[in-house]
Every structure is written in structure tokens, then in C-alpha cells.
């Protein structure tokens, strides 16, 4: 435990890294949005991200959506210890600028939601659905109203992120659990969870070589979803019904989010360097730091936009890249 700027941050480690907080102690800011581009950077290679805005005031943002159809952001909040069923996490609503349009828009313990420790988002039709611990929420994109809860309690260890694939939603679990003094240990195993429409729920895949997975997202040219481990530095590539994933690529380790954003290219945040990078014909190219904390990223296709939580810091940065 450290005190940083007269507020308590409790570090949980995972294998010596640090992954995520416990609530602070105090009171949470204001929710502010900063847009336009910053000043260019004559240093910056050309083929850089630049920073395009922010928005502050979050309580440890771990992922974020883009709705296109609504151009709405959807960023769930941890709001404390990531591991606890405290039913006090949220989700923000920003509008596509990026200014915040509700900032609890769907909230645990407010009007029949149950909602802990949420994380990875995907929307499907009129759905959000959230990875909650052992959980898998469903919300109406339009109203917040819950909608849907997919137990997997006694299976699921730390379901992390969540891709909507051909034949239902698909949920990674990092295969983590707390231990004790707040930290984590990794154990395994590691999973995908799949969700089929009619929402039951059963083990995709499970394989010491998912090396904890984190962010997961489908790859609809490739038929295939594009999956980060925490514990490894190798994004891998799985298709539904192999049995293994397979290496496509070397990053730089502790990798978080990912997203498709070009054929053969995805974004990929990296807590070992604290980057956004690039990740093409299995090379990585960093496009953008440093940033501290970087969680599960999501992508705006028309603006050419990446919003990137920052869990550690309370807020999420907006970055357009080339």
C-alpha cells in the first residue's frame, strides 16, 4: 500500500506486477472531459497516435465500447477492489466526442443491479453485456435496465474481457484468484467461457497456453478471435472448435485490451511499457505513451479513435491514430 497526492492506493499484485487498486479514500472527482487536439510534437514519427482529449474523474475505468449506431461510449468502473462482490461498480455513458453524458448509467444497487467488479464489455443487438467476476451482465443499451445474468459461479475465476463472436459471446477468465494480503495469485486454470444465444453457458477452450488471457476480440475476416495474455507476451489467435490457440506475434508483455481496427492490424495495450502499440504481420510497433495502467481498449471506426482507460489513474484518454 502506497500513499500517493493525499489519497490511499492499495497495489494487487499479480506474479510482482501491479494489475489493479482498492478503492481510494477520497472522495471521487468531478467527472471533466478535455477535447482537441493537444500541441504536435515535431519529435512525434509520423505514423504516431496523438492525444485528442480525456476524461477524468472515473473510479478505475477498465473498459470501453463504442456504439456507432448510437455514437455513445460505454466505460465500466471497477470502483474499488477488483476481486470483491461489493455491488458498487458502474458504467459510464460518454457521448461520441467523448463528454460525458451519464456518468452512471447503469450503477450496482440502484434499481435492481447487481453489478461488482465490471470489466470487459461487448454489445450485441440492444445488449451491453459486462464481464462481472464470476458473472456475465446484460443491459439495455438505451435505458440501462438489467436485462440479463449469466451465472458462473464455482467455474469462472476472474472472467476479464468479452468478444461477441458468429455463435454467441465469448469471455475470457485470466485464471487468477485473491490471495492473501490483497494480492493475486495465478492458478489456472485458464479459459474461455462461451455464451450461446440461448445463454447457456460452457468452456470454449482451456489451456495453459492462453498463459492468463485478457483481452479478447474477433477477427471476422480471419474467422477468428485475437486473444492477449497477461502472463506471456505472445498474442495468440484461436479459432471455435481448435483445440490450441496458436502464436501470431511478439509483443511487448502484460498485455491488456486489444482491438481490430484494419484487415491484419489490431491495437493492443501493454502494461509491461505502459504503450498502445501496433501489432501487423506478428511485428509490434509502438504508437503511443506512455500510459500508465492501460486497460481494455475500444475502437471508433469513423473517427479513427482509441479511448484508453487508465485504471490506476481514475480516467481515460481518447488518441486518434493513422
Request: proline letters at 7%.
Amino acid at each position: 500500500m502506497r500513499r500517493e497526492s493525499g489519497r490511499t492506493i492499495c497495489a494487487l499484485a499479480v506474479a510482482g506486477v501491479v494489475m489493479a487498486a482498492c478503492r481510494s479514500d477520497r472522495p471521487a472527482a468531478a467527472p471533466s472531459v478535455v477535447t482537441g487536439a493537444v500541441a504536435a510534437d515535431s519529435s512525434r514519427p509520423k505514423a504516431a497516435a496523438h492525444r485528442v482529449g480525456e476524461v477524468s474523474g472515473l473510479s478505475h475505468p477498465e473498459s470501453a465500447r463504442y456504439d456507432p449506431e448510437l455514437d455513445l461510449w460505454f466505460v465500466s468502473n471497477i470502483n474499488g477492489d477488483p476481486s470483491a462482490k461489493d455491488n458498487n461498480g458502474f458504467i459510464t455513458r460518454l457521448k461520441g466526442d467523448g463528454t460525458v453524458d451519464v456518468l452512471k448509467f447503469v450503477a450496482g444497487g440502484r434499481n435492481g443491479v447487481r453489478l461488482n467488479a465490471p470489466k470487459g464489455i461487448a454489445i450485441v443487438g440492444d445488449t451491453v453485456w459486462v464481464a462481472d467476476l464470476d458473472a456475465v451482465r446484460g443491459f439495455n443499451r438505451r435505458t440501462g435496465a438489467q436485462v440479463a445474468s449469466v451465472g458462473l459461479a464455482g467455474r469462472a475465476k476472474f472472467l476479464n474481457d468479452i468478444a461477441a463472436g458468429p455463435d454467441g459471446i465469448y469471455i475470457t477468465d485470466t485464471g487468477i484468484e485473491a490471495g492473501k494480503g490483497g494480492g493475486f495469485k495465478h492458478t489456472g486454470p485458464d479459459r474461455i467461457f462461451r455464451i450461446d444465444p440461448s445463454r447457456k453457458a460452457s468452456v470454449a477452450l482451456e489451456s495453459d497456453s492462453l498463459q492468463g488471457p485478457n483481452g479478447i476480440t474477433w477477427d471476422s475476416a480471419g474467422r477468428r478471435f485475437v486473444i492477449v495474455p497477461f502472463f506471456g507476451s505472445t498474442p495468440l489467435a484461436w479459432a471455435p472448435g481448435d483445440a490450441a490457440p496458436r502464436v501470431i506475434g511478439s509483443g511487448p508483455g502484460q498485455e491488456d485490451g486489444v482491438e481490430l481496427v484494419a484487415p491484419g492490424r489490431f491495437l493492443v495495450t501493454s502494461w509491461a511499457d505502459s504503450s498502445l502499440f501496433a501489432l501487423e504481420q506478428g511485428r509490434a510497433t509502438r504508437v503511443a505513451g506512455p500510459l500508465p495502467s492501460p486497460a481494455d481498449i475500444g475502437w471508433d471506426p469513423g473517427r479513427h479513435r482509441v479511448a484508453v482507460p487508465l485504471l490506476l489513474e481514475d480516467r481515460l484518454e481518447f488518441w486518434e491514430v493513422p
